[in-house]
């Protein structure tokens, strides 16, 4: 009998997976599997266990946010051969399982990871650490880790909005210079807001049209925001995301497996909603397909 380990972050979202639980072991138990269950017990246990157990089992199943689903991912890149990976979305946007299609509920998701058909994902290189889907810096990038947990579980992605209004008149730009040598651009400027990413959804807001994006092809999109000279230009570009418009002089967006940034001081960053630092210098890669996803088999 093949064997499971389920990763659970008991505290994601509003913590409503405790209820599912059994149903969800029941499906792993169905389809063959005997599984272990472990709750992780703080900040980067999830990377911990993954990376120290993964050995063991013939398929790891992640529950939680993106950034539990960070921390199995990044414990999962420093395995030789790290097994398939499943995920069971329990966070408050769970952008990761939006663009993949993983249904919200429990029990679908557990099928899917139980059954679904394995897909070989692009992984994002951060300097020495790893993301899955999207590294950001600047303008609503802080608003993720910032947001009080307990406004998550009780207004969900109502919470992310509200507080990226609040963080209005607190947005500041940064002298940058930014090189992608295959898609031939080397420029700098002052910018608001980046973003270097694998998915149709950041934070359940900003986003990237889903014709634009393939999660398997070796390349990130890139999307740069200068500052804008008053408040006008400022909505104009805000209403522009939101719709995924990318005409505007003010926003470069273009694809890249590599790109590299260097700022002036230091540039604080957010991966996968986590707050990663704020390095001077950073060079992100595109790991081509390095990890193996159980999506839906359509």
């Not at 990763?7 to 997976?17: K, L, M, R, Y």
């Not at 246990?45 to 199995?72: Q, Y």
């Not at 990761?96 to 919200?104: C, F, Q, R, W």
């Not at 963080?167 to 940064?174: C, D, F, M, R, S």
Request: proline content about 7%; aromatic content about 8%.
């Amino acid at each position: 009998m093949d064997k499971l380990l389920w990763i659970v972050n008991p505290h994601s979202g509003s913590g409503a997976i405790r209820e599912d639980m059994m149903d969800c072991i029941d499906i792993f138990c169905k389809a063959g599997y005997e599984p272990t269950v472990y709750l992780t017990q703080g900040p980067q246990d999830a990377c911990r266990i993954a990376r120290e157990e993964s050995h063991r089992f013939d398929r790891i199943v992640c529950c939680g946010g993106d950034g539990t689903l960070d921390e199995v991912v990044n414990g999962l890149m420093a395995c030789e051969n790290p097994p398939p990976l499943g995920y069971i979305p329990g966070g408050t946007t769970n952008d990761m399982a939006n663009s993949l299609g993983i249904p919200k509920y429990p029990e679908d998701a557990a099928k899917i990871a139980a059954h679904g058909r394995p897909f070989p994902m692009d992984v994002g290189r951060f300097n020495d650490r790893y993301f899955t889907y999207i590294a950001a810096f600047g303008a609503f990038t802080g608003v993720s880790y910032s947001t009080p947990q307990p406004y998550k579980s009780l207004f969900g992605h109502a919470a992310y909005v509200l507080e990226g209004i609040r963080t209005l008149p607190t947005i500041k730009a940064y002298p940058i210079e930014v090189e992608a040598k295959q898609a031939g651009i080397s420029l700098a400027g002052d910018f608001i807001y980046g973003m270097v990413t694998n998915t149709t959804s950041v934070g359940g807001i900003i986003g990237v049209a889903p014709e634009d994006v393939e999660m398997d092809d070796g390349l990130f999109e890139v999307l740069l925001v200068r500052q804008p000279e008053n408040p006008m230009q400022l909505q104009g570009i805000i209403s522009m995301l939101l719709a995924q418009d990318m005409r505007s002089e003010l926003i470069v967006h273009f694809k890249a497996d590599r790109v590299c940034f260097k700022a002036q001081g230091e540039m604080p960053w957010t991966l996968d909603g986590e707050y990663g630092g704020a390095p001077q210098q950073v060079e992100i890669e595109n790991c081509k397909r390095a990890l193996t996803l159980l999506v839906e088999d359509v």
